[in-house]
Every structure is written in structure tokens, then in C-alpha cells.
């Protein structure tokens, strides 16, 4: 079985409905993951994404804020949506193809503009929520599972546009760089993304306060794709579709891909 996934912060679902649509109508994902839809799930607009084939949703919504979906043209079970940090948010869930792979749809906090916890509650709820995300890798080891999502750090330095600028830049700070490696290393997951791509500069995002974003290029690769040992070897194709930050109203994040053969 051999299925492609994406994964996309569409900051709002329904603002963005048609750029939804204009990606599975193009690219045709068998699986697409999306983070930041700003919508309770009964207001998602799944009529019209079934229209194209993708009967499947697995959510967490909330008004306005944050929120997580898995849509699907294969058949997928709900199987689990972890609240981390207890901070009450809609930021994960989890679906589990009929090949028993698990996908994980992950949100993490941002950590607002100072990367101290002292001054900056949001920055610690960051901490705080990988810190779970990595104990429950530890408790639980995960299998014949994949992880995507808007993780929103950067942690290599070919991830972001100046290494050097970015180091007490929210998203690319050593310390929450370590506090996603642990994460990584608890579910020994690979990053799919970097073992198709290893080399050179590699960006999902890029600021709205860009006036030419595409020109400056400042981008930063805070979206990924990861899969447990067990068949990261049989992901391919990896690759970040940036001309869809270039769409009109776009969100800042492009949509990242793999294949993988099951």
C-alpha cells in the first residue's frame, strides 16, 4: 500500500476553504493533516471536502483558536487526542489507517516573543508541552506510527535563514531545541523530511510581516514529518510545496509531503 500524506497550518479552515480544497484537488494527498483551524469541528466544512473524496475526519476544534484535523480519502479510526500540559487546548489528535498506521496531528504552542518562562508565561506552556509530549513517548513507545504537524521549532541550522540571528529568536532557541530532540529521541521517530532532504536550507514558513517574503526568503522549516523506525525506511518523496505560500490569502505555512510504501 503506498499512500502520500501532507501536512498544513492553514491558520483557519474556513477562511481558507478553497485553498483546502485548490491542494487536494491538485496535489491529491491520500492523507492531510491540518493545524490552526480556528474552528469548532461541527464548523469545519467537511461537506465540501468530501465532495473530493476525503470522507475521513478525525478533530479537535475550539472557536478561534488552535485546533487539529485529519482528513482522509482512506478509511481512519479515531484513536486518542492527548490534552499536554493540561492546558485545555485542541492541539492533538490521532487516526489509525486500516494498514494499523497511526498518525499523530500535532499543534505546539508557539511561545509567544520572549524565550524566558520568567516573563513569558506562553513560553513555558511551550516547555511544558513538549516535556509531555516527550514523557509520553517514553511511557508508551510508538509504532508503525507517523508524527506531523506544525511542531514550531527549527531545529537545524540549515532550518532557519541566519543561524546566528535566530538563536534568542523564539522557535530556534537552543533551549527548545533540546526540549524537541528529547522528544524525538524518546520515540526514537526520524525525521522523514531530512533523511529525503539532508542537505541545505529548508523553509515551511515564512512571516506575514514580510513585505516580500518570497524575495527576503527568511524562512523557517518549523512543519515536519516524522515516522517510527519500523517504516521510516519506506518514506520517499518528501518535499515542501512552497509556491502554496505564494496563493492568494495564504496561510505563512507551506504544506509539507511524503510517500510512504506499506
Not at 461541527?42 to 475550539?62: C, E, H, T
Not at 498506521?101 to 520572549?114: L, M
Not at 522523514?192 to 541545505?200: L, N, Q
Amino acid at each position: 500500500m503506498s499512500f502520500t500524506l501532507a501536512t498544513w497550518n492553514i491558520n483557519s479552515v474556513r477562511l481558507r476553504e478553497g485553498l483546502v480544497a485548490r491542494l487536494m484537488t491538485e496535489e491529491a494527498p491520500d492523507v492531510l493533516c491540518l493545524q490552526e483551524c480556528k474552528s469548532p469541528v461541527d464548523k469545519i466544512p467537511l461537506s465540501a471536502f468530501q465532495a473530493l473524496g476525503y470522507n475521513y475526519m478525525v478533530a479537535r476544534g475550539q472557536k478561534g483558536y488552535n485546533g487539529v484535523a485529519i482528513l482522509s480519502k482512506l478509511p481512519m479510526e479515531e484513536v486518542g487526542a492527548l490534552d499536554h500540559a493540561q492546558l485545555g487546548h485542541a492541539r492533538h489528535i490521532a487516526g489509525r489507517l486500516e494498514n494499523g498506521v497511526i498518525v499523530h496531528n500535532f499543534y505546539v504552542p508557539a511561545g509567544g516573543d520572549k524565550p524566558d518562562r520568567e516573563i513569558n508565561e506562553k513560553f513555558g506552556q511551550k516547555l511544558d508541552y513538549l516535556t509531555d509530549m516527550r514523557d509520553a513517548f517514553r511511557t508508551e513507545a510508538p509504532e508503525k506510527a507517523i508524527l506531523v504537524g506544525d511542531l514550531n521549532i527549527a531545529p537545524r541550522e540549515d532550518d532557519v535563514w541566519n543561524h546566528k540571528q535566530l538563536l534568542k529568536i523564539v522557535s530556534h532557541t537552543p533551549i527548545e531545541v533540546d526540549h524537541l530532540a528529547a522528544v524525538q529521541e524518546a520515540g526514537k521517530w526520524v525525521d522523514v523530511t531530512r533523511a529525503d532532504i539532508p542537505e541545505g536550507q529548508l523553509y515551511s514558513w515564512w512571516s506575514y510581516r514580510s513585505p516580500n517574503w518570497d524575495a527576503a526568503d527568511k524562512g523557517r522549516r518549523l512543519d515536519h514529518i516524522w515516522a517510527t523506525p519500523d517504516i521510516a525506511n519506506a518514506a520517499h518523496g518528501s518535499r515542501i510545496l512552497r509556491p502554496v505560500r505564494g496563493w492568494e490569502q495564504p496561510s505563512d505555512h507551506a504544506p509539507v509531503f511524503a510517500t510512504f510504501d506499506l
